[in-house]
């Protein structure tokens, strides 16, 4: 079983977020491409899907917030980087979480209507159109009530797209909840 409500699963995709705090967050910035694809990246539970040399945006640090994730409060991820490229507006999101390999979320979003994503470019908070340059974005999902999210490794994939097909980034991360 995946989610013991699943109405709570859209709640990660449509309720607006509180203000996530990542400043007592150690902070490691990477090189871009520094650490191997099948590495961590910086000290969070997220990797990325395969290699990102051709990536638009380069990823220098994931954070989230509580490491590791836990039941019954917000789970906020904040994610540095760079666009190497102008990726313009009609940008796709897939979001894929499965359970102990059983599927619970499959859904495709435009990336500009995520009303949890909250962008930063060069210091000004943005929305669509995204430009080249530096870049954090930030998000957080509710896992709560605690008592609707059940035991298992979760498994997190997210790959984001132009319209064209450039791929932004694609990033696969693990939380465990257990019993």
Known sequence: MCLKFPF?????????????????????????????????ITDSPARHCDDPTNDIFQIEYVRVSPNPPERGFYCGVE??????????????????????GQRCIDTVRPWCEMPKLNIVQDGEKVLCPLKRGSTTLTYAA??????????????????????????????????????
């Open 79 to 100: 994610m540095g980087g760079t666009f190497q490229t102008d990726p313009g507006d009609d940008l796709q999101l897939v979001l894929n979480i499965t359970n102990d």
């Open 142 to 179: 509710p896992l709560y009530p605690a008592g609707s999210i059940s035991d298992g490794t979760y498994t997190v994939r997210i790959e984001t797209s132009t319209n064209d097909n450039r791929r932004l980034f694609c990033l696969i991360g693990t939380a465990i909840f257990p019993a």
């Open 8 to 40: 709570i699963a859209w709640s990660f995709l449509l309720v607006p977020s509180p203000t996530i705090v990542f400043s007592s967050l150690p902070q490691k910035h990477l090189t871009p491409h520094q650490n191997s694809f099948q590495e961590n």
